[in-house]
Each structure stands twice: as C-alpha cells, then as structure tokens.
C-alpha cells in the first residue's frame, strides 16, 4: 500500500495495535508523517477499524500473516 494523505493504516505501537492517519506525503524525499487515531487491543480491531475509516466495507478473511 503506496502512503497517500489522508490514507489510513494500522501496525504495533508497544504491546498493543493502533492506527494512523498520513497527514504529509512527500514522494520526492520519502517522507511520510502520520497522527495516530486510535488505540486498539487486538490485531482483527486495528483491521476492522483501518477498513472502516478508509471505507473499504469489511475484511472478508481476518488472518495474520505475521
């Protein structure tokens, strides 16, 4: 998944989930920032929550390749 403003994505943030949002995107450099969202306790919440938020719908499959 290309960085895109206003693209929201999801990963570990200590012993929890969380997610984020890119508020700059600089293609040229590489640079990318992002402000956290939400806090989530597990790994099928953080999905759910990056689905929702990028209206996406719901995940069909919820396996954690990792």
Same mark, same amino acid.
């Given at each position: 998944?290309?960085?895109?403003?206003?693209?929201?994505?999801?990963?570990?943030?200590?012993?929890?989930?969380?997610?984020?949002?890119?508020?700059? =995107?600089?293609?040229?450099?590489?640079? #990318?920032? $992002?402000? *956290? =969202?939400?806090?989530?306790?597990?790994? #099928?919440? $953080?999905? *759910?929550?990056?689905?929702?938020?990028?209206?996406?719908?719901?995940? *069909?499959?919820?396996?954690?390749?990792?």
């Amino acid at each position: 998944m290309k960085a895109k403003v206003g693209l929201h994505f999801f990963g570990r943030n200590h012993s929890r989930w969380a997610v984020w949002v890119y508020d700059v =995107v600089n293609e040229e450099t590489g640079f #990318a920032s $992002a402000n *956290k =969202v939400a806090n989530c306790f597990d790994y #099928a919440e $953080a999905l *759910k929550t990056t689905y929702h938020l990028n209206g996406w719908g719901e995940p *069909k499959n919820i396996t954690r390749k990792y």
